[in-house]
């Protein structure tokens, strides 16, 4: 018993050196190079593409496994100019034997030397990495159900090994390049080196990357892991930093949630504050968009928590810094097919009109909304958008800003609140504190049909018109307390439909103001007398009044102002008629009056005096104003003589009554 013992011991040991000599002497003895062609060759066949190796082969069997190649080129298809489509110097690779029996890989190195990747697309679309396999493709296609099941399968079961050890693993000085012949862009990444340490599967593993993108820096540092023992089923944190062209540095930090029912992603994403303008100079393109002011968006950073999955995504503790504004935010979207979007913003400033396009020299857009409008004929025009998409939404979002800038008008207070879904939209209610005043507006938006049906109802309280027309137009018009109340619908997204469809009513109202420009009392007085329309050139003319009121109705694109009143010491002013909006044409009838009392706002009691009546007709670039013969003739208060003056324009400046009127009117521009 002993003795045989003895025996197959000796014999175990014999049979261990025996492997152990054949593995350190079998690569001494054997030439590996003469399976090089046959390599180069099964290579050559599965690809479709030419492939060699350098002579430089070498390998090791005990105790690393090891091979090292050089000099390894995948040729490119034909009608490409790279003459490689892949190309490596050196690649090493060296793997412990021993622990393989215990399930252990232990891995010394793996190591690419100078890799390149020429990546190109043709004309008609091409790409150089298609159609790469053997001829016959439904064997290869076979084999990759095959390879893709397995994988499956293998997925499913977990890794096969106990741990893994890997010393380094790193790709030295690479090359990717990208041709589009058919757009001329080329790209280019180059000094790329990406070094992988700790890799193993229960810490989490190193990364360290850095590259020049056409020629400006970019690195990514950080780890990610660890990997488990179930790649894929586990889940993983990310603790990475990204740096580009010396002008854009951004972390992410968090976990890839791998192991819930459906995986995703709880991250921290921080952009450090950086500049756009410098961003795109750095990468040598033009800025894609043109400001007024050139000293916006300069300035931009933004932190944010995410939290997403292929069903949802979600944004919370937001801040946005852009330029001098700051934006909080809090977000979220479901159901992509249908998006289910939600939204929470709270904006301190901004102001809106440096970041819009700059003004156009040139062209009115009032007599390209009119020069478009006579030229339609038939119904309205369209756009010819597709609103499916916003019938599919569902919308809830709420907004707030301390001040806000636009058109060169100042509000502050702002809040809206949007919904939408199944296709309706409403901004309800929309709130501002407006010029010493406050404006209410609320708003429905149906796109369920061909063409949107929109509706709005605005309201205003003590709002100061001098300053809000002097901010929106640039002109001293009027003056005074406003109070609107404006209800409107239309049909339609182009100006066209919208004129041609406007309907609704209201009413403006201006108390304790005044009509700056023109002197209506002192004007009407002279023109009775034959005095002309001297005014003194030292002092703006005005006509100040107690209350200045404009009800309307529209229909149909055409605005009827049944009695518009301006009550003012010495004064009474009735306006009535209508202006069609896709006619832009005029046809009012304004009754001015001089009466004998110095009471305005509240006076409602009937006053004689002398009235010289006026027809407003024509369009709105060409208004004719003539005075109401037939109303004139009817005047008790003057004989005929001087009815007859005033329209000859007898007196010191002549003129006739028209052309005092224009000119009265023009004094509202001036």
Avoid at 1 to 8: D, H, R, T
Avoid at 504 to 532: H, P
Wanted: one cysteine or more.
């Amino acid at each position: 018993m002993k003795k045989a013992m003895k025996w197959g011991l000796a014999i175990v040991g014999l049979l261990v050196v025996l492997v152990v000599g054949a593995v350190i002497v079998l690569p001494m003895v054997v030439d590996v190079n003469q399976y090089k062609p046959k390599i180069e060759a099964l290579v050559s066949e599965q690809t479709g593409r030419s492939f060699t190796m350098g002579d430089d082969i070498d390998l090791s069997v005990f105790p690393w496994v090891g091979v090292r190649l050089t000099d390894v080129a995948l040729g490119n298809a034909k009608g490409f100019k790279a003459g490689q489509m892949v190309s490596v110097k050196s690649f090493e690779v060296r793997l412990k034997v021993m622990p393989l029996f215990s399930k252990q890989i232990e891995i010394a190195s793996f190591i690419l030397d100078s890799p390149k990747i020429a990546l190109e697309k043709n004309k008609a679309g091409t790409g150089n990495w298609e159609n790469i396999g053997p001829a016959g493709g439904s064997n290869a296609a076979d084999a990759g159900k095959k390879t893709e099941a397995s994988s499956t399968a293998a997925a499913s079961q977990g890794l096969p090994i106990s741990s893994l050890s890997v010393g380094r693993c790193a790709i030295v000085n690479g090359t990717l390049s990208y041709t589009d012949a058919a757009s001329g862009m080329i790209k280019t990444v180059s000094d790329l080196n990406v070094e992988l340490t700790d890799i193993s599967l229960d810490k989490p593993v190193k990364l360290e990357l850095s590259a020049l993108v056409d020629g400006q820096p970019l690195s990514l540092s950080g780890s990610a892991g660890p990997i488990g023992s179930n790649p894929g089923k586990e889940n993983m944190s990310v603790d990475l930093a990204l740096k580009a062209l010396d002008t854009l540095s951004m972390t992410i930090k968090g976990s890839l949630l791998l192991a819930e029912k459906t995986p995703g992603v709880d991250a921290a994403i921080a952009v450090d504050p950086f500049s756009p303008r410098a961003l795109f100079e750095k990468l040598g393109q033009p800025f894609p968009v043109e400001t007024q002011d050139a000293t916006v968006l300069t300035k931009v950073s933004l932190a944010a928590s995410l939290k997403g999955s292929a069903q949802s995504v979600s944004l919370s503790d937001g801040k946005l810094m852009l330029d001098d504004s700051t934006l909080t935010f809090t977000a979220g979207a479901k159901a992509f097919d249908k998006p289910d979007i939600r939204f929470d913003l709270s904006l301190d400033k901004i102001n809106a009109d440096r970041y819009l396009p700059p003004k156009k020299e040139g062209g009115s857009g009032t007599a390209a909304a009119a020069s478009g409008s006579t030229g339609s004929s038939g119904g309205a025009a369209s756009s010819g958008i597709d609103y499916t998409p916003l019938r599919k939404l569902v919308l809830d979002g709420k907004a707030a800003i301390g001040e806000f800038k636009v058109a060169n008008l100042t509000m502050t207070n702002v809040t809206a609140h949007v919904t939408g879904k199944n296709g309706v939209f409403d901004l309800q209610p929309f709130s501002m504190d407006l010029y010493q005043g406050n404006s209410t507006l609320n708003a429905r938006v149906d796109v369920r049909g061909e063409a949107p049906v929109s509706t709005v109802d605005l309201k205003t309280t003590d709002v100061q018109a001098g300053p809000l027309v002097r901010d929106g137009s640039g002109k001293d018009i009027i003056e005074g307390a406003l109070a609107a109340d404006v209800a409107l619908s239309m049909t339609g997204d182009t100006p066209e439909a919208v004129k041609k469809t406007l309907g609704g009513k209201g009413s403006l109202t201006f108390t304790d103001g005044a009509i700056v420009g023109i002197d209506i009392a002192g004007t009407l007085r002279n023109a009775a007398s034959g005095i002309g329309l001297s005014q003194n050139a030292t002092e703006k003319p005005r006509t100040d009044f107690a209350e200045l009121k404009i009800p309307y109705t529209a229909s149909q694109g055409v605005v009827t102002i049944a009695g518009a009143s301006l009550m003012s010491p010495l004064l009474r002013l009735a306006a009535s008629g209508n202006t069609s909006l896709p006619a832009e044409s005029l046809d009012f009838k304004v009754e001015p009056k001089l009466v004998a009392t110095l009471k305005g706002q509240g006076d409602t009691e009937s006053r004689s005096g002398l009235l010289i009546p006026l027809l407003i007709t024509g369009t709105w670039q060409d208004p004719k104003i003539r005075p109401d013969m037939e109303a004139l003739l009817k005047q008790k208060a003057m004989d005929t003589d001087a009815i007859k003056s005033i329209i000859k324009g007898d007196g010191d400046s002549g003129g006739s009554v028209e052309d005092k009127a224009k000119s009265l009117i023009k004094g509202l521009f001036n």
